[in-house]
């Protein structure tokens, strides 16, 4: 199995910044790596795909970088609904597996 | 627009069998696309359990294989998870989510039904 890593496990920051979240794989997948959002009670939202591409309704806010075994996703100026838990997940090879999150809370 | 729902017993004694069925709306399973499940123990992170396609064709975790069963009625448009022989390690929130595809992001979910394993 493919495994992930997420830096920091833990974000503590305050609305107008800039955060930045690093996914690390334990093999190459290519541009295979999916970015979630969830919010407690809720089920994770789609935020982005193929490493940097935006889902339809997302705020350009949100990006994605990187191939291979190391991943970003930034959110450009942090605003309140966006404190959540964040995952990575790749899509290279079964099984399907997910990073353990990044929690961004407010400072 | 599409949405899903889970559904089944909240509640399920060790060592025997739990049932869930997603119920698809605003989609017709047999248009396409990959459906799953995903499950999220209390507290912790995300575990994908497997998915199936509207002819029947499936992928599982091996971690769980040998235990699960996902199978899709296309006539009640929905899907549906069996888990054996449950332990209190299978106490977690599932949920139900379309893939776009076999290996693909799940773009779609369902609420989450929480499953306690207990006696």
């Known amino acids: 199995d493919i495994q992930l890593t997420q830096s920091p496990s833990f974000l503590s920051a305050s609305v107008g910044d800039r955060i930045t979240i690093t996914c690390r794989a334990s093999?190459?997948?290519?541009?295979?790596l999916a970015w979630y959002q969830q919010k407690p009670g809720k089920a994770p939202k789609l935020l982005i795909y193929?490493?940097?591409t935006l889902q339809s309704g997302v705020p350009s806010r949100f990006s994605g970088s990187g191939s291979g075994t190391e991943f970003t996703l930034t959110i450009s100026s942090l605003q309140p609904e966006d404190f959540a838990t964040y995952y990575c997940?790749?899509?290279?090879?079964?099984?399907?597996?997910f990073g353990p999150g990044t929690k961004v809370d407010i400072k | 627009q599409v949405q899903l729902q889970e559904s089944g017993p909240g509640l399920v004694k060790p060592s025997e069998t739990q049932s869930l069925t997603c119920a698809v709306s605003?989609?017709?399973?047999?248009?396409?696309?990959?459906w799953g499940w995903i499950r999220q123990p209390p507290g912790k992170g995300l575990e994908w359990i497997g998915s199936?396609?509207?002819?029947?064709?499936?992928y599982y975790n091996p971690s769980l294989k040998s235990r699960v069963t996902i199978s899709v009625d296309t006539s009640k448009n929905q899907f549906s998870l069996r888990v054996n022989s449950v332990t209190a390690a299978d106490t977690a929130v599932y949920y139900c989510?379309?893939?776009?595809?076999?290996?693909?992001?799940?773009?779609?979910w369902g609420q989450g039904t929480l499953v306690t394993v207990s006696s």
């Open positions: 605003g989609y017709s399973i047999s248009s396409g696309y990959y």
């Open positions: 989510a379309r893939q776009r595809g076999s290996l693909d992001v799940a773009e779609y």
């Open positions: 199936i396609d509207h002819s029947g064709s499936t």
């Open positions: 093999q190459g997948i290519s541009s295979y």
């Open positions: 193929a490493a940097s």
């Open positions: 997940q790749q899509l290279n090879s079964y099984p399907i597996t």
